[in-house]
């Protein structure tokens, strides 16, 4: 069978690096694809914070229709977008391998941290690791690709905002006024490709199968099992972080109030022979330890 494979995905700059990145991938494997582009709700409603869109998958449940319509046959996802439960009959089909992790502040020059700033981000996670670190600053939303946020950095009177450093190094946009955030714990799985396909479809999965990066499977893995049972979905101010070096696995994990000021944080060292079911382990010692109360307070706080 020599079926063309129709790849889905985001029409951003990012997305769409991401998809061909796939696609070349496959090319080299000898199997023929075509990408197929949409815009998702995500990039479509830009005027509301992405906790108040109330959508589970904001990023991805165009391409889930369209892939259970027949319309596509896989979706390219960055992972950290991707609700940690799965529509029915969809499957993850490849993790690729991981990009960098961090997230990085690109700012205006001559940035003295400590005086009042206003810094900008999209994401609860980002903004109360940086209130809790800057408490004094202000924090404004930032909706918008990668390409559209740059540019209403540059149009504002905003001193700095915060990125996924792997999001800027793939379609070039790094710019020199950039600050490392490595205190900053990232979302779980992020800088992570994520390629899903539908369960039927053997084709397409042992095709794509042949891309996935087992080390990266097990360590997104764990850090989405440890979001899935604190129940914070793709928004929530929860950071996990799983590494594996000489045979071990290091996890870091992170829950903070929406403000900022209380920290919920665990890390932990594991063999690589005995990690199973780590991710939910850590975060039950988190919930634990205040994270269901804080966890609730949080959910009150974004229906409000």
Known sequence: MNKIIRIGTRDSELAMWQAKTVQRQLADLGYKSELLPVKSTGDL??????????????????????????????????????????????????????????????HKGALQLEQDKIIATGSLRRQAQWLHKYPNHAMVDLRGNVNTRMQKLKD????????????????????????????MIPAPAQGA????????????????????????????????????????????????LATIKDNWLYFEGALFSLDGKKKLNISKKYSLDAIEGVGEQCAAELLAQGGKELMEQIRSQMKN
Request: with cysteine; charged share 25%.
């Open 156 to 183: 504002s009177n905003w001193q700095g905002a915060i990125f996924a450093k792997a999001g800027l190094a793939r379609i070039g946009l790094t710019p020199e006024e950039t600050i490392d955030l490595d205190w």
């Open 45 to 106: 409603i830009l005027d509301k914070p992405l906790y108040e869109l109330g959508i589970t998958g904001v990023f991805t449940k165009t391409l889930d229709v369209a892939m259970i319509n027949g319309e596509i046959d896989i979706a390219v996802h960055s992972m950290k977008d991707v609700p940690t439960l799965l529509p029915k009959g969809i499957v993850e089909a490849a993790i690729l391998a991981r990009a960098q992790t961090e997230d990085v502040l690109v």
């Open 193 to 240: 490709m994520l390629v899903v396909a539908m369960e039927q479809d053997k084709y397409c999965k042992d095709a794509i199968g042949k891309l996935n990066d087992k080390q990266t499977e097990i360590c997104v893995h764990i850090e989405r099992d440890f979001l899935r049972k604190l129940e914070g979905g793709c928004t929530a101010p929860i950071g996990a």
